[in-house]
């Protein structure tokens, strides 16, 4: 059984993080279920293992916090869906990559609930959507902007960060950040594509593709 939690109220980096290894810990040991949590950040930014410290290009924007989760420097806020998934992979199959795709898999799937064509990049984490209606880059590559960023950490083979999908986030706060090291490339946010999407209605599509997603990952 997989429980959904959802906060009501921004939450602070480091007590997400207290909380999310409190719960793998509890999982592990057999005495909590699997869980998945829908939260929102106050704004700061994350620097995952791979952060480069040239990548944080405004330090005193907004705080922050080196984490241990895998990836480089991301922007959380309001506005941005945050999911923390914690997850038994002793259960589901030991395998990192097939989580992280079957992750890229489950927001694909959401953001194709409102007509948007989410797309994954060889050696470009996160989930990516084509923008046509914008110039190409000066080589003539097509443009696309990051909608969602990926990065997760294992212990005991328990699962824990996640993901987040930009909603309606202030962009320009992505601007003191090289986003997860890649430049060139923009962010972007389902009201950015003109989409009216609540919080309420992007949590309801998470929760409608969870299974279809996770079904090559079932507890057995």
């Known amino acids: ?7 009501d109220r921004p939450v602070g980096y480091a007590e997400a993080v207290a909380w999310m290894e409190a719960r793998a810990d509890a999982i592990a040991q057999g005495t909590a279920d699997e869980a998945i949590w829908l939260l929102e950040h106050p704004a700061l930014y994350t620097a995952g293992t791979s952060a480069r410290p040239e990548d944080l290009t405004d330090p005193d924007r907004f705080p922050v916090h080196v984490t241990r989760r895998g ?3 991301t922007y959380h806020g309001p506005g941005q869906r945050v999911v923390y998934v914690m997850l038994d992979l002793n259960r589901r199959g030991r395998d990192v990559r097939a989580f992280v795709t079957t992750l890229e ?10 007509n948007v064509a989410g797309e994954v990049r060889a050696g470009r984490v996160g989930v990516w959507v084509a ?15 990051k909608i969602a960023a990926i990065g997760v950490r294992l212990r005991k083979w328990i699962s824990f960060h996640g993901l987040s999908i930009n909603l309606d986030p202030d962009l320009g706060h992505f ?7 890649i430049t060139g490339h923009g962010v972007t946010s389902l009201v950015d594509l003109g989409l009216p999407v609540t919080m309420d209605d992007l949590d309801l599509a998470l929760r409608a ?8 990952l079932k507890p057995g």
């Open 71 to 73: 990836g480089q420097y």
């Open 131 to 145: 923008r046509p209606d914008k110039p190409p880059l000066p080589d003539g590559t097509p443009r696309e902007d």
């Open 105 to 114: 898999t489950w927001v694909i799937a959401t953001l194709a609930q409102f």
């Open 209 to 216: 593709s969870f299974a279809t997603a996770f079904c090559d």
């Open 1 to 7: 059984m997989v429980e959904w939690i959802t906060s």
């Open 175 to 181: 601007d003191g950040i090289v986003p997860c090291g």
